[in-house]
């Protein structure tokens, strides 16, 4: 115990996020940290990367890691998408399982639960459950998911949220606090992430096309910055000129990226735009272009660059 005065040791951890597919994981990293962290869409498989985001209180820091929902799948981009979400649950402090209360459990929450139940000892003293959209839904089925899959999970570490709504995290966040050990902050206090310029713009432009194009398109396509240049400066701002080209699968996949008469490039384009001017100080300039990468998906060397 402190004598009077002294404040508390201060805690940290990492915490991996983890769960299906579309459960609302990016949308709980962004909330959690107050800023837009990591891209959110309407589409399943949005996340490819592990993502942090940093949470600095009076507390401590926790560092959320975001990860690729759990989707069964043998092709080479989702086994490659689970490794990533597999690894980040291994090498993390804590774990927080996100779960989807509008959508019934099936064979993928299945899968996330089997994996979680290979590590007991981190469903025992390391995981806390969020069953999210609770503004869109009952708990009742995503409850019973948890005592029968993971019985060993304290009730006391289930939370109930919604992460559009920006509800119930504040407990769960206290509760993830108590958790970790202590240790001092691996960032300033003031950072919010450490991912670098070129692939939060990447990101960006992927978002909105994302959310924009349409069937099997939103997986098909993957965003490259070829070029990317600081330009100008005092007494003006300085410019961030940028090259980017969505890259498609097939080369008959391009006419849908571009649209009639470019009207689909330019919203994207646009969108992006009105994005990355709230993240950063520059003026930007965005060139942005429509390429074939020849089944991407299947190619190794490509998957290594963006995985
Ligand atoms: N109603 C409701 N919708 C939510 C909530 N949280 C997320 N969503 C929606 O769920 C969809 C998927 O959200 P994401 O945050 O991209 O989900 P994810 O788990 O990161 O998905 P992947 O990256 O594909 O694994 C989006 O349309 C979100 O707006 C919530 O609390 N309530
Ligand atoms: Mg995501």
């Known amino acids: 115990m402190g004598s009077m005065g002294m404040p508390e040791p201060k805690k ?11 459960a609302g994981k990016s949308t709980l990293l962004n909330h959690l940290c107050g800023a837009k962290v990591a891209i959110v869409s309407t589409v399943p498989q949005t996340t490819r990367n592990s993502i ?8 401590g820091q926790l560092v959320f890691v975001d990860t690729p929902g759990m989707h069964i799948s043998g092709k080479k981009l989702n086994l490659r998408l689970a490794e990533t979400a597999l690894r980040v649950l291994d090498e993390a402090d804590l774990v927080l399982y996100v779960l989807d209360a509008n959508r019934p459990p099936g064979r993928e929450e299945d899968a996330v639960a089997a994996a979680l139940l290979k590590r007991p000892e981190t469903v025992k003293h390391r995981t806390v459950a969020a069953i999210n959209k609770v503004d869109a839904a009952g708990t009742a089925k995503a409850e019973a998911f948890l005592h029968a899959k993971l019985p060993e999970l304290p009730p006391s570490r289930i939370f109930n ?16 606090f108590g958790m970790s050990p202590e240790g001092s902050a691996f960032y300033d206090g003031d950072c919010y992430t450490d991912q670098e310029v070129r692939f939060r713009i990447a990101e960006i432009i992927r978002e909105k096309a994302m959310n924009k194009l349409r069937e099997e398109l939103p997986h098909s ?26 890259m498609t699968e097939r080369e008959s996949q ?3 990226v571009v649209g009639k008469g470019g009207a689909m490039i330019r919203k994207i384009r646009l969108a992006a735009l009105r994005e990355m001017k709230k993240i950063f100080d520059w003026n930007i300039e965005l ?6 990468a020849h089944d991407w998906r299947s190619n190794d060397a490509t998957l290594k660059k963006l995985l």
């Open 52 to 59: 942090r985001g940093i949470v600095t209180r009076p507390a």
């Open 287 to 292: 060139d942005l272009r429509v390429k074939t």
């Open 12 to 22: 940290s951890a990492f915490v991996a996020i983890i769960g299906r597919p579309s």
């Open 254 to 256: 391009k006419g849908m």
């Open 161 to 176: 949220i919604s992460a559009l709504k920006n509800e119930g995290l504040d407990t769960m966040l206290d509760c993830l």
């Open 221 to 246: 396509i993957y965003v490259d910055i070829a070029d990317m240049e600081l330009r100008g400066g005092a007494p003006q701002a300085e410019t961030l000129w940028v090259r980017a080209f969505i």
